[in-house]
């Protein structure tokens, strides 16, 4: 049961355009969300987060989307570069039986930026 | 700045053989996590230990066991090597402050290979 779902297995957009990355989730209990970053062979890297009390949160060429009547959030990249050509994961804290959180990850959408 | 680090950035393991990988944190953080991530199927959480030998299953603990005897080192033992446990492991850790979720910092990953 996938509490965090990217439809998206993969993205090809041209250097300069804009980037639209989706996240749909189905727990309404969560109130946070980030998204992360992974080049190949290297670990993820903290990228934005989004508070549910907020419905955007900007970070240069970097802006997360929320929408919780749709439990769906989107990453904004503009304008995209080669080198944001990466593997972006959009995840949720969750509280786990014991009461401690674990991040929930989505699959993960492959982002192609064209020169 | 957090750093994460684990011990291998590739290893190539026989079947069989009991296999440790090991992951330092050096910022005092209460939660760590062992990931893994395959093709398609995104970053899936094995473990995770919110302090020192507490520990509590992800969602793909079998054929994997953890130790944590100190704060900032989190074990992962692959008790018996098989080929469906090669894969890419991610260690993570993250501080814990009640009410307000923090986010998770990774290792380089490990490449782990088993023939």
């Known amino acids: 049961d996938q509490q965090v779902k990217q439809n998206s297995p993969s993205l090809s957009v041209q250097e300069g355009r804009i980037s639209i990355l989706n996240c749909d989730y189905t727990?309404?209990?969560?109130?946070?969300f980030l998204w992360y970053k992974k080049y190949p062979a290297e670990g993820p890297t903290f990228l934005i987060s989004i508070s549910s009390i907020k419905d955007k949160n900007e970070d240069g060429r970097f802006t997360v989307f929320l929408n919780k009547s749709a439990k769906h959030l989107s990453l904004h990249i503009v304008p995209s570069q080669p080198g944001d050509s990466a593997v972006y994961f959009c995840a949720a804290p969750s509280l786990t039986q014991g009461g401690s959180e674990k991040l929930v990850f989505g699959k993960g959408t492959k982002l192609t930026v064209n020169p | 700045d957090v750093k994460v680090t684990q011990s291998s950035r590739y290893l190539v393991k026989r079947t069989g053989e009991k296999v440790f990988l090991e992951c330092v944190q050096d910022?005092?953080?209460?939660?760590m996590f062992w990931y893994r991530q395959d093709p398609g199927l995104g970053l899936r959480l094995i473990y995770f230990?919110?302090?020192?030998?507490?520990?509590e299953k992800g969602d793909i603990p079998e054929g994997y066991s953890v130790s944590r005897e100190k704060k900032e080192r989190f074990s992962l033992i692959l008790e018996s090597a098989s080929t469906n446990q090669t894969s890419m492991y991610l260690c993570a850790s993250s501080l814990f402050y009640s009410g307000k979720y923090t986010e998770a910092f990774f290792g380089q990953g490990t490449r782990l290979t088993v023939v």
């Open positions: 727990n309404s209990m969560f109130d946070y």
């Open positions: 910022m005092d953080h209460e939660n």
């Open positions: 230990s919110y302090d020192v030998k507490m520990k």
